[in-house]
């Protein structure tokens, strides 16, 4: 992720492929500058399946994005 970019830009990039229930970018404690990377939930597995295929090594802002499923650890 480019440094330029900020959660309402993910959210509409991700909404293209449906509802965003959140997004969340990684910001250094430090620095306080983003360690470009975030975290974006979507409700709907499909629609997010979808965003995952079509938005991963996509150039965005100058950067190619790296787009991966992650999902929640049941038993924490």
Not at 48 to 67: H, I, M, P, R
Request: charged fraction near 35%; proline fraction near 3%.
């Amino acid at each position: 992720i480019s440094e330029l970019i900020n959660e309402e830009d993910l959210k509409a990039l991700f909404s293209k492929f449906g509802k965003v229930d959140k997004v969340q970018l990684i910001m250094s404690k430090d620095t306080g500058k983003s360690e470009m990377f975030a975290f974006v939930e979507m409700p709907d597995v499909n629609e997010g399946n979808t965003a995952v295929k079509e938005l991963d090594s996509k150039l965005y802002f100058g950067k190619y994005l790296e787009v991966k499923e992650v999902r929640d650890n049941p038993h924490r």
